[in-house]
Every structure is written in structure tokens, then in C-alpha cells.
């Protein structure tokens, strides 16, 4: 079973350049998240799709894109890459229940980004 | 804003003591929490949720959460602690826009 498979794992991208971080799950799964980790600072909410054709802002939204392409991939767009973008990027998708919340979230491995 | 707080940075605890990791939350209504773990430069893993129900909730590796409505508290207890627990843990909470806490990094001494 693959869960959440998120491309690519590493990344070195120069000041100003773009590039799309992919992700999909398996899990049939209504809800995925895009999420930044850096030391002290925890995961930090980017964006969510609570459904496929739905996307919202999260905690720090500025500087990304998102895209849920379909109920299996959502996908994070840097535009114009800035050193402070360096980050490790999780992607997670979770069930919504019957009664309107998320369940457990899956996550994926991450990919390591750097911004020169 | 509804969030969760994780008031310690860094616990130390002794291999074979017990282990108290403290999380508050801010929700309007009661929110439906997470604890996670995330061993270096691994992913993340559910150790238990909670989202109604019997407030003392059992997850995995002998792992513990009490809720607490009254204060605001979801901790995590553990009544002996092993080496092998050494790692990052996480509070998380919300209902579809879910938010983490800054995290607790235990270190296990032997």
C-alpha cells in the first residue's frame, strides 16, 4: 500500500525560480493538506482541501499555490522560490467523518526543500 | 484563534519514569485532538485521537491522553518511559482545518 506519496524528496531551487511539489493518496481520502516543518516551530498548516473542487488558507498561505486536481492529488506551487521557503514540506490526507470532522491524518514522507 | 499549545519545548526523563507531556487547545466547541510522534527525520505517526466520549483515551506503545474540558488540557502520559521513546511529539486539533502545536522534543536518559 503506497498511502501518500509525495515528489520529489529533495529539492535546491535558486531565488526566484518555481516549482510544484506533488502529491497523491490511495486511501480515497476527501480531505489533504499541504504542511511546512521547521525546527521549533512545529508543522504549520499551508492550505487544505476539506474536498475535492474545495481548497482553503491555512496558518501561511503567502507565497504558495495549491491545486486539487482531482480526489487523489493536491498539489504545492511555489511561484518565485525565497530563501525563507526552506523548509521540509508534508503532505497528509485524512477521511472525513460522517459527522463532519477530519479522522487520523496519513502523511506522507516529506520533501526537502532549499532555496539558495 | 482555535489552535493547540504545547508548552514545553524539551522534556528529559529518566528510562523507566513516568512521562507527562502537557498540551492545551482553544476551540469554541469540543475539537477533536491528535497526538503524533515523529522519530528524526521520519514522518509523522498517530498515537491516539480523541473526539468524543470516555476522556481517557488509549493509543499505541502504552501511550495515554486525558481530556480535560475544564482545563482546556489533552496530555499525554506514559507510566514508564523506554529509550526507544526519544522523538518529537505533536499536538494536534481541529475539525477539518487541523493545526499543530510547536511540538515537545523527549530525550530519554538512561
Known amino acids: 500500500n503506497a498511502g501518500v506519496t509525495q515528489t520529489p524528496k529533495f529539492q535546491v531551487l535558486k531565488t526566484g525560480q518555481s516549482m510544484t511539489l506533488q502529491c497523491a493518496q490511495d486511501?480515497?481520502?476527501?480531505?489533504m493538506y499541504w504542511y511546512q516543518q521547521d525546527p521549533g516551530m512545529g508543522l504549520r498548516l499551508i492550505y487544505y482541501?476539506?474536498?475535492?473542487?474545495?481548497?482553503d488558507k491555512g496558518e501561511v498561505p503567502n507565497g504558495y499555490n495549491v491545486s486539487r486536481l482531482n480526489k487523489r492529488e493536491f498539489s504545492l506551487r511555489l511561484e518565485s522560490a525565497a530563501p525563507s521557503q526552506t523548509s521540509v514540506y508534508f503532505c497528509?490526507?485524512?477521511?472525513?467523518?460522517?459527522?463532519?470532522?477530519?479522522?487520523?491524518?496519513?502523511f506522507g514522507e516529506g520533501s526537502r526543500l532549499t532555496v539558495l | 484563534a482555535q489552535s493547540v499549545t504545547q508548552p514545553d519545548i524539551h522534556i528529559t526523563v529518566s528510562e523507566g519514569a513516568s512521562l507527562e507531556l502537557r498540551c492545551n487547545y482553544s476551540y469554541g466547541a469540543t475539537p477533536y485532538l491528535f497526538w503524533y510522534v515523529q522519530s528524526p527525520g521520519q514522518g509523522l505517526q498517530l498515537l491516539l485521537k480523541?473526539?468524543?466520549?470516555?476522556?481517557l483515551v488509549q493509543g499505541i506503545k502504552g501511550f495515554e491522553a486525558e481530556f480535560k474540558r475544564s482545563q482546556s488540557s489533552f496530555n499525554l502520559r506514559k507510566p514508564s518511559v523506554h529509550w526507544s521513546d526519544a522523538a518529537e511529539y505533536f499536538c494536534a486539533g481541529g475539525y477539518q482545518k487541523v493545526t499543530f502545536g510547536t511540538g515537545t522534543k523527549l530525550q530519554v536518559i538512561p
Open positions: 482541501s476539506a474536498s475535492e473542487g474545495t481548497t
Open positions: 497528509a490526507s485524512s477521511q472525513t467523518l460522517r459527522t463532519g470532522p477530519t479522522g487520523e491524518l496519513f
Open positions: 486511501m480515497n481520502h476527501n480531505s
Open positions: 480523541y473526539f468524543s466520549g470516555d476522556t
